[in-house]
């Protein structure tokens, strides 16, 4: 339930809070549930791919040097700079986005997602599907919208994103 469920709980539990903050509901996704299950059964298997090289070869090279926690950090690091390239491609879906506040938010998920290999003993079933999730559920809120950012120049919405994915780590 963790796996596929963790992202969508983020993203709700944000969208709550900025009604809570601001009283008003923030922009939706526009894709149906249905929808989102249906992308996270085909795309688990494209997932395989990035999961056997980032948890499956990476992950445990890194850790036997580092240890899981660190070695974790730093893959997030790497998997948020591994994207890079698509903040230029204005079709992307993370064009417009505070690299920033993604690579926060990818460091917390590849937290996430080692601890879901550490406990099931380094099978990567569970870090494939939550991957998929993550990929599939996580425009329930989108990050980038259009419309006014702050100082910082990221948008609130991402900021508590990011903050209650930490938050989900830390109590993992």
Same mark, same amino acid.
């Given at each position: 339930?963790?796996?596929?469920?963790?992202?969508?709980?983020?993203?709700?539990?944000?969208?709550?809070?900025?009604?809570?903050?601001?009283?008003?509901?923030?922009?939706?996704?526009? *894709? +149906?549930?249905?929808? $989102? /299950? &249906?992308?996270?059964?085909?795309?688990?298997? =494209?997932?395989?791919?990035?999961?056997?090289? !980032?948890?499956?070869?990476? *992950? +445990?090279?890194?850790? $036997? /040097? &580092?240890?899981?926690?660190?070695?974790?950090? =730093?893959?997030?690091?790497?998997?948020?700079? !591994?994207?890079?390239?698509?903040?230029?491609?204005?079709?992307?879906?993370?064009?417009?986005?505070?690299?920033?506040?993604?690579?926060?938010?990818?460091?917390?998920?590849?937290?996430?997602?080692?601890?879901?290999?550490?406990?099931?003993?380094?099978?990567?079933?569970?870090?494939?599907?939550?991957?998929?999730?993550?990929?599939?559920?996580?425009?329930?809120?989108?990050?980038?919208?259009?419309?006014?950012?702050?100082?910082?120049?990221?948008?609130?919405?991402?900021?508590?994103?990011?903050?209650?994915?930490?938050?989900?780590?830390?109590?993992?």
């Amino acid at each position: 339930m963790f796996a596929v469920g963790y992202i969508a709980a983020i993203k709700l539990v944000t969208a709550l809070i900025h009604r809570a903050l601001t009283g008003q509901w923030p922009h939706f996704g526009t *894709l +149906p549930s249905i929808s $989102s /299950r &249906l992308r996270s059964r085909i795309s688990t298997p =494209v997932q395989a791919g990035e999961e056997i090289g !980032w948890r499956g070869f990476a *992950l +445990p090279r890194l850790a $036997s /040097r &580092l240890g899981l926690g660190p070695a974790s950090v =730093v893959l997030g690091l790497i998997w948020a700079v !591994w994207h890079l390239p698509l903040f230029f491609v204005r079709e992307a879906d993370t064009f417009g986005q505070s690299f920033p506040m993604y690579t926060m938010a990818v460091v917390a998920i590849s937290i996430a997602i080692s601890l879901l290999y550490a406990k099931s003993d380094g099978g990567l079933l569970l870090p494939m599907l939550f991957h998929a999730a993550v990929n599939n559920t996580k425009d329930i809120v989108p990050s980038a919208t259009p419309g006014p950012r702050t100082r910082s120049g990221s948008r609130p919405r991402s900021w508590r994103g990011s903050a209650w994915s930490w938050c989900g780590c830390s109590a993992s």
